[in-house]
């Protein structure tokens, strides 16, 4: 099997099966009070050889020995700030617009900048033979982030039922993306997204740098090995990686359940699911969608790409110097000079309401690494 790794620069209780709904035929520049203005690596075995007399290099005559201490302690933390209506990213924001609290204890920001990156992602699909109507949704849903990719995009395609495929590696060739999506075929009807998630998680780790995750499905889990917890501490465990949720099947059922034909099992089922799909996404800072209609979809993509190539690292060291492995809390706010919530606002100086998305959290560092 493939794997995927390259080096680029570039509560829930695990649900019981259940079955899904029939198919449906018919179906700017800061402000004085600080707001911001949007514009339109074998060990040899031989014995070592002896040291030389004089060392290679040596500091000038009557210079004493300096000391080279790196600072590895340092947190940084991406961030997106989007307009809600339009999905824009607001720029223009400094170090000291950005309150960090780690553990309800307020941080000091010593650095705040934007990157603009191309995307390194895995779509992850759902492709199960239980729907056809949740299987439209989904290809709908990769063509149409399909279409929104760039050159220097690297995607990898894997799909999931009882068990996962890789149907291409990261690669930035469209045509070979076009092809593993074209050549998706219907599996077993089994939705293992735990171990789907847990094993795209493990694999990612093996990219360097920020990498994302488009998991298009329905949420639901039907028969993993592994359950919801089991999943939630690996995402906490796996730093840099975003997950970008899309759920599948919404239409199908709000019609099916408009006329009165799901259960009460399936509907808690179906309830659970979306909950599980937001978490992922809010656990990792990125965003969760439930389209109803395929024209929301390029909407959908275009705040996802928004927030993939645009974001805010912030840096800081963290007052809890402890190297002990912990999980910390973040909640990450905007303020002014004065620490007040900051004030963003349009060309007529009409104040916008904007939403600013990070992780819930990041894993401490232990000692030994």
Same mark, same amino acid.
């Given at each position: 099997m493939a794997?995927?790794?390259m080096s680029t620069g570039a509560a829930c209780a695990q649900s019981a099966p259940a079955t899904p709904p029939p198919v449906v035929d018919e179906g700017g520049p800061a402000t004085d009070n600080g707001g911001i203005v949007i514009p339109k690596k074998k060990q040899d075995e031989q014995p070592l050889p002896p040291a030389p007399a004089e060392p290679v290099t040596k500091n000038p005559a009557g210079l004493?020995?300096?000391?080279?201490?790196?600072?590895?302690?340092l947190v940084n933390v991406d961030v997106s700030v989007l307009v809600d209506k339009t999905k824009q990213f607001v720029p223009n924001l400094k170090p000291e617009n950005f309150?960090?609290?780690?553990?309800?204890v307020r941080q000091t920001v010593r650095d705040a900048k934007i990157t603009q990156t191309p995307i390194t992602a895995v779509m992850l699909l759902e492709f199960a033979a239980n729907s056809w109507v949740f299987?439209?949704?989904?290809?709908?849903?990769?063509?149409?982030?399909?279409?929104?990719?760039?050159?220097?995009?690297y995607i990898a395609v894997m799909t999931y039922a009882m068990r996962t495929e890789i149907l291409t590696d990261f690669t930035n060739d469209r045509r070979t993306v076009a092809e593993a999506?074209?050549?998706?075929?219907?599996?077993?009807?089994d939705t293992n997204l735990y171990d789907a998630l847990y094993e795209t998680l493990d694999r990612m780790a093996r990219v360097?740098?920020?990498?994302?995750?488009?998991?298009i499905a329905s949420g639901r889990d039907t028969f993993s090995r592994l359950n919801f917890d089991q999943v939630m501490a690996k995402i906490k465990a796996t730093p840099n990686v975003t997950i970008y949720t899309v759920s599948?099947?919404?239409?199908?059922?709000?019609?099916?359940?408009?006329?009165?034909?799901?259960?009460?099992?399936?509907?808690?089922?179906?309830?659970q699911a979306d909950s599980q799909m937001k978490t992922f996404a809010q656990m990792t800072g990125g965003q969760s969608f439930q389209p109803l209609f395929q024209g929301a979809l390029?909407?959908?993509? @275009?705040?996802? *790409?928004?927030?993939?190539?645009?974001? /805010?690292?912030?840096?800081? @060291?963290?007052? *809890?110097?402890?190297?002990?492995?912990? /999980?910390?809390?973040l909640r990450v706010e905007l303020v002014d000079g004065e620490g007040h919530p900051l004030v963003i606002a349009d060309e007529r100086n009409r104040p916008l309401k904007y939403s600013v998305i990070a992780r819930e959290g990041y894993t401490a560092k232990r000692a030994v690494e």
């Open positions: 794997v995927l790794a004493p020995p300096v000391t080279v201490r790196v600072d590895t302690s309150a960090v609290y780690e553990d309800g299987i439209q949704d989904m290809q709908n849903a990769s063509q149409a982030f399909f279409d929104q990719l760039r050159p220097d995009d999506l074209s050549s998706l075929q219907p599996m077993m009807s360097e740098g920020r990498k994302d995750i488009i998991l599948t099947g919404q239409l199908a059922r709000e019609i099916v359940d408009g006329r009165g034909q799901m259960g009460p099992i399936t509907r808690l089922t179906y309830m390029p909407d959908v993509f @275009k705040a996802i *790409n928004e927030q993939m190539r645009s974001e /805010y690292v912030l840096t800081y @060291k963290p007052t *809890n110097s402890a190297r002990d492995g912990s /999980y910390r809390k």
